[in-house]
């Protein structure tokens, strides 16, 4: 068998179906769409939201809730990942961007307490959690909560 006398499975290659050429080629005129009609315009048939004359879902259903075009979203630094800094350092909104476990120095950040910490660190942050305080503290660092600096920092 060579590579010219391979052929294709039977079914496999299905013609497509050209519709809109002539009354005589079975498709024509309305190109198997009706007569009039929503359905028989270009473009899509039926709008998600459109029930007819029933009052549509999106308005039948009750308004909850509100969710912020602009959310305040914290970069979160577990206390677990503070055990790369040496014993007795600081660690500041820098010095957590020059280890990368914060990727901007623009936007907020906080320290959770996921982990255990076993080097004592003296911490100033914008904001860290009632347990991470504790941990930090009872491996015998100091965490002071600093104000969030305004100006822009260019990274």
Excluded: C, Y
Excluded at 25 to 40: A, I, P
Excluded at 122 to 148: F, L, N, P, T, W
Aim: aromatic share 2%; glycine share 14%; proline share 3%.
């Amino acid at each position: 068998m060579e590579l010219h006398e391979i052929k294709s499975p039977k079914g496999s290659r299905k013609k497509k179906r050209i519709v809109g050429r002539g009354r005589g080629s079975g498709r024509g005129k309305t190109s198997g769409r009706g007569e009039n009609g929503q359905r028989s315009r270009s473009g899509r048939w039926v709008v998600g939201g459109s029930e007819g004359g029933q009052m549509p879902l999106i308005r039948r259903l009750p308004k909850v809730g509100f969710r912020s075009h602009r959310p305040i979203l914290n970069q979160v630094v577990n206390v677990q990942s503070l055990n790369k800094f040496e014993k007795g350092s600081t660690v500041n909104a820098e010095t957590l961007k020059q280890q990368g476990l914060i990727s901007s120095l623009n936007k907020p950040h906080k320290i959770l307490g996921k982990g255990e910490i076993k080097v004592s660190l003296d911490v100033h942050v914008e904001s860290i959690s009632k347990e991470a305080q504790k941990k930090i503290e009872a491996a015998g660092g100091k965490v002071e909560v600093v104000a969030r600096s305004m100006k822009k920092v260019e990274t």
